[in-house]
T-cell receptor, first 109, second 113 residues
Framework: GQNIDQPTEMTATEGAIVQINCTYQ??????LFWYQQHAGEAPTFLSY????GLEEKGRFSSFLSRSKGYSYLLLKELQMKDSASYLC??????????FGAGTTVTVRA | IAGITQAPTSQILAAGRRMTLRCTQD?????MYWYRQDLGLGLRLIHY???????GKGEVPDGYSVSRANTDDFPLTLASAVPSQTSVYFC????????????FGPGTRLTVL
């Protein structure tokens, strides 16, 4: 089976920075997605990495190291609306998406 | 319709009953997917379809079936529901393969008693 690990929960203060790590051991690797999911809602796309390095998109950045089987999502200038679950997902060698269990981020005032 | 819709929003079902969850998208996406989401387990792929007329099994297909008669619709059927199928079910679609961003429907919360 696929093994995708993320911390279960993280708490941070409004305006701060939080880094959500994701490590994976999967049957093949064809790219990695991060999705955001607010409570009771559908997941929505945040980022996609297939090459090593950092992808920046506004307050959110995503990093990938294929050799280390590691990615992180960096959330800067945290806002209350960033309280959500963040899902790491890997495209495996059968071209399907395999998800981690998600990290619930709570932003406090 | 805008995007991807699912019906019903929620359902309570007696064990042993048959149930079809509906999913419709208006984005003309080729690929569609069904996931279930359980606490602590994340999203798990049940079935998928890369294009109309074809379907494939995901990670947890047992007890479920799908069909893809046209591009827009991708229903998921539970032939004889069991309590372990209590979950939140998400339908998703993408333009092409798994390399493309998936767009998710609002989900169906199913409880099997």
């Amino acid at each position: 089976g696929q093994n995708i690990d993320q911390p279960t929960e993280m708490t941070a203060t409004e305006g701060a920075i939080v880094q959500i790590n994701c490590t994976y051991q999967t049957s093949g690797f064809n790219g990695l997605f991060w999705y955001q999911q607010h409570a009771g809602e559908a997941p929505t796309f945040l980022s996609y990495n297939v090459l090593d390095g950092l992808e920046e998109k506004g307050r959110f950045s995503s990093f990938l190291s294929r050799s280390k089987g590691y990615s992180y999502l960096l959330l800067k200038e945290l806002q209350m609306k960033d309280s959500a679950s963040y899902l790491c997902a890997v495209i495996t060698d059968d071209y399907k998406l395999s998800f981690g269990a998600g990290t619930t981020v709570t932003v406090r005032a | 319709i805008a995007g991807i819709t699912q019906a019903p929003t929620s359902q309570i079902l007696a064990a042993g009953r048959r149930m079809t969850l509906r999913c419709t998208q208006d984005m003309r996406h080729n690929a569609m997917y069904w996931y279930r989401q359980d606490l602590g387990l994340g999203l798990r792929l049940i079935h998928y379809s890369n294009t109309a007329g074809t379907t494939g099994k995901g990670e947890v297909p047992d007890g479920y079936s799908v069909s893809r008669a046209n591009t827009d619709d991708f229903p998921l059927t539970l032939a004889s529901a069991v309590p372990s199928q209590t979950s939140v079910y998400f339908c998703a679609s993408s333009e092409g393969s798994a390399y493309n961003e998936q767009f998710f429907g609002p989900g169906t919360r199913l409880t099997v008693l």
